[in-house]
């Protein structure tokens, strides 16, 4: 069963430090992984994408990283502002089908 | 550059009465849409997606329907509402002839529905 795990499940931390957030799949045949935040009542927004051959991959102070063999993505936030409160969603796809494999999110909440 | 607009933002309805929930793309042609349920907890779930006007498939079984009477446009029904549909529904598109995934999705900012 294709499955994407996500952690910690939430996480607290202070404007200005970094914080690295967990993705473990289990999907196959694998495409891509897909990293999207999600601010409190809106629709989600792609920061990222990771396909099989990429290792690491940054989008201003977002950084992912991608271990194809181990099957594990994790997304690290450098210098964390006040605006990255919001929950953090891995998304795994695979070469067939409309359905996407999402992961339940990571919820960040970054207070002064 | 492209739009997507949702609405109602949130919505109240009691058990039993009827939903209709809509969805139009601006600024694109012939997109795939896609209708998403987010429960709290959980990750997000396809409901249905459409590749073309009055094509709809079903991911999930259950008290809803979807139809898309024009290009751009995405409605997502029910006729009875059940407690169990309470929620965060989401559209999306994605450019139409490229493979979900290999591009992201954009969503709306979704409805909160809340069957009492």
């Known amino acids: 069963k294709n499955q994407v795990e996500q952690s910690p499940q939430s996480l607290i931390i202070l404007e200005g430090k970094n914080c690295t957030l967990q993705?473990?799949?289990?999907?196959?045949?694998?495409?891509?992984l897909r990293w999207y935040k999600q601010d409190t009542g809106r629709g989600p927004v792609s920061l990222t994408i990771m396909t099989f051959s990429e290792n690491t991959k940054s989008n201003g102070r977002y950084t992912a990283t991608l271990d194809a063999d181990t099957k594990q993505s994790s997304l690290h936030i450098t210098a964390s502002q006040l605006s990255d409160s919001a929950s953090y969603i891995c998304?795994?796809?695979?070469?067939?089908?409309?359905?996407?494999?999402f992961g339940k999110g990571t919820s960040l909440l970054v207070t002064p | 550059s492209q739009t997507i607009h949702q609405w109602p933002a949130t919505l109240v309805q009691p058990v039993g009465s009827p939903l209709s929930l809509e969805c139009t793309v601006e600024?694109?042609?012939?997109?795939?849409l896609y209708w998403y349920r987010q429960a709290a907890g959980r990750g997000l779930q396809l409901l249905f997606y459409?590749?073309?006007?009055?094509?709809i498939s079903s991911e999930v079984p259950q008290n809803l329907s979807a139809s898309r009477p024009q290009d751009r446009q995405f409605i997502l029904s029910s006729k009875k509402l059940l407690l169990s549909d309470s929620g965060f529904y989401l559209c999306?598109?994605?450019?139409?002839?490229?493979?979900?995934?290999?591009?992201?999705?954009?969503f709306g900012n979704g409805t909160r529905l809340t069957v009492t």
């Open positions: 998304v795994v796809s695979t070469n067939s089908g409309y359905a996407l494999n």
């Open positions: 459409s590749v073309g006007i009055g094509q």
């Open positions: 999306a598109w994605s450019p139409a002839r490229v493979r979900v995934g290999n591009s992201p999705l954009h």
């Open positions: 600024g694109t042609s012939n997109p795939n």
């Open positions: 993705c473990n799949y289990t999907v196959s045949p694998f495409s891509n």
